[in-house]
Structures are given as C-alpha cells and as structure tokens.
C-alpha cells in the first residue's frame, strides 16, 4: 500500500505543484485526491463496457465481475490511496519518512502563516474520526471540519450513484448499487486519515467525480439487439435411472365410489333430450339470414361496414362487419381476419365468434365493446398523463405480443382502433387487415395497407410487416395519446403523410417532458432491428409504475355513459 500511495503521491507532485500558499505539497494533495476519483470512474466505465456484450442478464458471472470491479476500482483503490498518502504524511511528520531528500525539504518548507510547515499541517493532528466525533472549543474550525469532512463525500456519493445509474442504462438499476455501496465502504474505512490531508483529497476528487459522469455516458448503453437477445437455455442435469425395485403387490379391489348425480334443471333436461340442432325460433335460420339483428351502424371502413347487432339465437349483443362488395377476394380476407383472430386468446384482443352468410355478403360476428376509441377520448378530454399512457402502451404491448406469438401481425395499429370500454380499459380491434404468417399477400389492386399518419417506415417504403412494424405504430398512438399529434406531425393530405413516412422523417411531435419520451424514441427507431421488443417494451413500462408506485392493471380512462346512449371519457382516478 505504501508503495501504491507513495507513487501516486509523487505523480501528483510531479504533475501539480505550485509553488505559492498553501504549498507545492498542499497542492499536490489536492491532485492525488482528483487521480484518486479516477479509479471509480474506471469501474464504471468497465461496467458499461461489460454490459455492452451482456445486457440486462445478470447472472451468477456477471453479478460477480461487476462486484469485482465495485470492490476493486470503488473501495479498494481509493482506500489505498487514501490512507497510504495520510500514513506519508505522518511518517514525515515524525521525522521517519521513506520520501527522498529533496522531496522531505520542500515538505518541511512553510509557506503560509496559518498552515505552518507541510508535513506537520498534513501529517499531524486528529485524524477524521477524532476531528467528527472529538471536536475543539472552536465552532467555526468545526464547521469548516464538518463542512468538508462529511459534506464533500456525500456529495461525491451524489455524484456516484449518477455514474452506477448511467452504467446502468436500458436495464434495471439495482446492480449498480454495487459500485456506489463500495464507495461507502471506501469512506467509512477512511475515517482514520489526517483530518488536514482529507480537506484536501477530498477537494480534488469532487471535481473528477463529477466530470467522470461524461465518459461513462460516452460509452453509451448496450444496444437493443444486445438486450433483446433471449437467454441461452441451461442444459438440463444429467439424471442417473431410478435404481430398479420390485414393483408392489397388486392392491386388492374395492368397488369404485359413489357419487351423488349432478342435478339438471328442467329445461335443460328437455333441451338435451331433443334431437337435432339447437333449435331457433320461428321464422329464423340457424347459419345466418334472420339470426343477427341490425340495431345501428359504427363505423365504415376500407374493408367493410361494422353494425351493431343482437344475436337472436343466443341473445347477446355483437359487432357484425359485413364486406362491401362480397368478391372472391374479398371473401377471402374475411375468412383470413377470422382465422387470425381465433388463434388469438387475449382479454385486451377483441374475440370472434362466428363467420356467416348474411343477405348482403359474407359477415363476421366480433364480440361488442362498448365505450369510445381512443382517438376520440384524446380529442375530446385532452393527451393523457403518463402513468395512464403507461398503462395503455403495456397492455396494447402485451395483446400485441399474444397476436404475435400466433403468427398474427395486426397492420394496422392506431387510435381509431384502441377502444376504452366503461371500466376504462383498452381494447385492440379492427384486425380486419390482419395477415397470418403463410397467408399471400392480397395487395394487388395496389390498395395500401395501413394508416399513413402511423404506418412504420419499412411499411410505406413497400417492405412487409414484421412484429417491429406493429411495435412502431404501437408506439406511435402512445406519443399520440401523450401530446394529441401522430409522431411525424399530421399532414394536408394522406398521401403527403404516406410520402412523409416512406422517406422515414425523423419525428417531431414527441411528448419531450414525458417520462416514456426516451423509450418512444428508441421504439420510433426508422431501424426495425434497433427497436426494442414488445416484451421489452412491457418490462420497461412495468418498472415505471412500479416505482411510481401504480399497479399496470389500472385504468386508462373511465367511460361514463351519458343520456341517449353516448359515452365520455374523464380521467383516471
């Protein structure tokens, strides 16, 4: 150790060492201190180079190297320096120094009135402990003491825990305790340096500390194909066989148990008993026709036209998309949407129940949600905040991530197609463009798939869909929800906004003071491939209201229904 801090010592005199008040040495005092703040900023740095090639798995092995490096480059090093230049010191100080004699010469030079010889200001008096907890009659030298003594490490920690928190970007923080709890350590076993030669270290590592922050965020984080790289399976552990045992001898039979019989109502007694098809009633028939009654019109689309309906068979209300002009091809994409969406079993998807021939063309009956788009809550009560906004990005995420677990893309993502039912939950509808993986492409009339305002980059340039893609427009009605425009700002006509988007310009309309702006900014990515997956995409979302203490199972917005039938959105409570 002595050897370690006599080296650095010199190197700090060597590099710094005015020669006017307080002293060449006091000054130099001050220089080992700022090479001393190196020592974790290379610690930290080292930890960003790591997670570069790593990520956000944190293992046995890497939770090990960067505990390495934290007791190394945040205790050990520091401490070394520390209390090896004190020990030097009050070496000299008591005339049994190791430094040379013309270094001991100009230690015991004086300079100032008020500091005296060097090596006695340095190395004599109390050490930090004794000065704290043993002070002097004198209030302002314990003031000047405790200012210094315990105010500049604390605000070096300050500045430690920024350096661990920008090693640890794009991941959880908690490993980065590591480095800043070793600092701690580093300054709790340095209470045994000379008080005078603390000042002054201390002086010069707060400065480095602080500009020590720059090289770290220099580094960068790791990249998002880095983070979203799954993790290697473990192979399972070799099994040795049972060891053989003669089997047991046949137990003897007892009679099976009696069980009481299930009772049946009535009326579902005569209903199982009758023969044939569920029956209907007069006039209707079973596979379309009269079973599905018209009530209103929703909405009218590029593919079809959606009316609400009551199920005469069943008595339930549904969604019934009819297609405009029932063609061959159009047909087919029906039945391709129908086929999609049963694969898909999620609470936040919306479910379809049947495929049927109506009198105008060939229908699919989707489940009823009521409540109001998304679009239209955001146009009538304002952007939300961004706990909800959290809330509808996971939980759109995670219905997206189902659909693509099942080779489902939904294309076509948007406000109009986020529906908050009376609960204020948001729902994913109109997969009425929706293509599983293995169907053809049935674009050729040319007719263009998605919304211009939202549609992803590689999407208006001709490229096929992809999961990015539908994390790209995902992400784009969040920034939506969050400041009230399409992230690339809205345009005079759609096929300006298609020429926007094919030519990827950069967007300008995020909501800059949100706390999801800089994962908006790396899902908006004109890259598909430096994306963050949806899955990355909910954990991330998730630790932000974890730490703000929200559940992600909240509402978006509460629906309120109004006289006549209507619905208003109002905030969350």
């Known amino acids: 150790m002595n050897a370690f801090a006599d080296w650095l010592l010199s190197l700090a005199h060597a590099l710094f060492n005015p020669g006017f008040c307080p002293g060449d040495w006091v000054w130099a005092t001050v220089a080992a201190g700022a090479l001393t703040a190196l020592f974790p900023v290379a610690g930290a740095v080292l930890v960003a180079l790591m997670r570069k090639f790593t990520g956000n798995r944190y293992d046995t092995g890497t939770i090990s190297a960067i505990g390495v490096i934290a007791f190394v480059f945040s205790f050990g090093l520091p401490w ?20 040379s004699k013309a270094d001991l010469a100009t230690l015991n030079r004086e300079y100032c009135s008020f500091i005296g010889t060097q090596s006695e200001y340095l190395g ?59 600092f701690v350590m580093f300054v709790v076993f340095s209470v045994g340096v000379s008080a005078n030669a603390g000042v002054f270290l201390w002086l010069g590592f707060i400065p480095i500390a602080m500009l020590g922050i720059i090289p770290i965020a220099l580094v960068g984080p790791p990249p998002w194909s880095v983070i979203n790289k799954p993790e290697r399976p473990r192979p399972e552990p070799r099994r040795e066989p049972p060891p053989q045992v003669p089997p047991p001898p046949p137990p003897q039979q007892q009679p099976p148990k009696q069980y009481a019989p299930t009772a049946v109502a009535p009326a579902a007694q005569e209903l199982a008993a009758a023969p044939g098809p569920v029956p209907v009633p007069p006039g209707l028939t079973a596979n379309g026709g009269g079973r599905y009654r018209r009530i209103k019109r929703l909405g009218h689309g590029g593919f079809g036209t959606v009316w609400q309906a009551v199920d005469n068979q069943l008595g339930r209300t549904v969604a019934l998309k009819i297609a405009h002009a029932p063609d061959r091809d159009t047909e087919e994409r029906m039945r391709r949407e129908a086929r999609a969406l049963a694969m898909v079993d999620h609470p936040n998807c919306v479910r379809v129940y049947d495929l049927v021939e109506e009198p105008d063309g060939l229908a699919l009956v989707m489940e009823y949600l009521e409540g109001q788009s998304l679009a239209t809550a955001v146009d009538t009560m304002g952007p939300l905040d961004d706990v909800a906004a959290g809330r509808l990005w996971a939980t759109m995420a995670g219905a997206l991530a189902a659909a693509h677990e099942k080779g ?9 197609n986020v529906i908050l039912d009376p609960q204020g939950m948001p729902h994913l509808i109109d997969f009425g463009i929706a293509r599983s993986r293995g169907d053809s492409t049935m674009t050729a009339t040319g007719m263009m798939i998605g919304t211009p305002d ?51 310009e950069p967007v300008s309309k995020l909501p800059q003071r949100s706390a999801h702006a800089r994962l908006l900014i790396a899902s908006l990515d004109n890259e598909p491939r430096r994306r963050p997956t949806l899955h990355t995409v909910v954990r991330e979302v998730e630790g932000f209201l974890s730490r703000s203490g929200k559940s992600m199972d909240g509402p978006v917005t509460r629906i309120v229904p109004r006289h006549g039938g209507t619905t208003r959105a109002m905030p969350p409570r």
Request: no cysteine.
């Open 80 to 99: 070394m320096a520390f209390n090896g230049i004190s020990g030097i010191y009050r070496a000299a100080a008591e005339g049994t120094s190791s430094l």
């Open 124 to 182: 004599g008096g109390q050490n930090i402990f004794e000065t704290i907890f043993y002070p002097s009659g004198n209030v302002l030298a314990y003031g000047y003491y405790l200012g210094a003594l315990v105010g500049l490490p604390l605000l070096a920690l300050l500045f430690m825990i920024l350096q661990a928190r920008t090693a640890m970007r794009r991941g959880p923080k908690w490993p980065g305790r590591l480095l800043w709890v070793g």
């Open 408 to 416: 489902v893309l939904h294309r076509d993502v948007k406000p109009s």
């Open 454 to 504: 939202f549609v992803a980059p590689e999407q208006a340039a001709g490229a096929a869909a992809s999961p990015a893609s539908d994390a790209w427009q995902l992400a784009a009605t969040v920034s939506y929800a969050l400041s009230g425009y399409p992230p690339r700002g809205t345009r005079e006509t759609p096929m300006a906004a298609l020429m926007a988007a094919a030519r990827a």
